[in-house]
């Protein structure tokens, strides 16, 4: 009898080890749940990590919605990428360096993210429409990437939506000829977010590495 009562005993002991074990993993479960979740929706909900490269704009005003002819074969609006970061660069098909320089960067750049270059779309408006067509824009962005599109406006839409931007622009003439010039234009990267509003600009020479890690911490 001594013996069957202390094998109950220990049957018993061994029960509420179990009981307490399962009950340290079950709260070392939750809590680990609790770390999770919190650090999802911190990461989601917190404070946005700040650009390495670029100059944080973090503007609370969006930019008003622009529709414009495009490579597309049809007008697009920036409505149209609703929930998508827009990478906005105006440019020219004529510029002799800055621009290729620029979009071959922002080529690069989209490669180096992979899937996550699928949460953006990459725009480029050109500030010279009495030069560049819609299918001449076509057939120069293609050297740089499949998924750019090129916008193009009138004189009067170009003129109001770069200001909207702060992008400045001018014709250099370097003869008597009405088409022998050059434009002189800002030379930034500016991306928006999912709402339209300014989030980072990133000056002329940031390279594609960069383009890339900083477009992958300011992304959420």
């Known amino acids: 009898m001594q013996?069957?009562?202390?094998?109950?005993?220990?049957?018993?002991?061994?029960?509420?080890?179990r009981r307490q074990s399962l009950g340290w993993l079950s709260a070392a479960l939750i809590v680990s749940m609790l770390i999770a979740g919190g650090w999802s929706l911190w990461s989601w909900l917190g404070p946005r990590p700040a650009p390495q490269y670029g100059v944080p704009v973090n503007a609370s005003k969006p930019v008003a919605d622009f529709r414009l002819d495009s490579t597309l074969g049809h007008p697009v609006a920036l409505s149209d990428f609703a929930g998508r970061y827009l990478v906005v660069?105006?440019?020219y098909t004529t510029c002799p360096d800055i621009?290729?320089?620029t979009l071959a960067d922002l080529g690069k750049a989209e490669k180096l993210l992979g899937k996550d270059?699928?949460?953006?779309?990459?725009?480029?408006?050109?500030?010279?429409p009495e030069r560049d067509s819609v299918?001449?824009?076509?057939?120069?962005l293609a050297f740089f990437g499949p998924n750019f599109i090129?916008?193009?406006?009138?004189?009067?839409?170009t003129e109001a939506i770069a200001s909207q931007f702060g992008v400045v622009y001018q014709k250099q003439y370097h003869s008597a000829s009405a088409t022998d010039y050059l434009m002189d234009h800002?030379?930034?990267v500016i991306v928006l977010d999912p709402q339209r509003r300014p989030l980072v600009l990133f000056?002329?020479?940031v390279s594609a590495e960069q383009l890339a890690g900083d477009l992958r911490r300011v992304m959420r």
Not at 118 to 128: A, P
Not at 150 to 157: A, F, I, P, T, V
């Open 117 to 128: 270059a699928q949460r953006m779309q990459m725009l480029f408006i050109t500030v010279d």
């Open 3 to 17: 013996t069957d009562a202390k094998s109950g005993l220990t049957s018993q002991l061994e029960r509420s080890m």
């Open 99 to 101: 621009c290729p320089t």
């Open 203 to 205: 000056p002329y020479g």
């Open 186 to 188: 800002s030379a930034a």
């Open 89 to 91: 660069y105006f440019g």
């Open 135 to 140: 299918e001449r824009m076509r057939d120069y």
């Open 150 to 157: 090129g916008l193009r406006g009138s004189l009067q839409e």
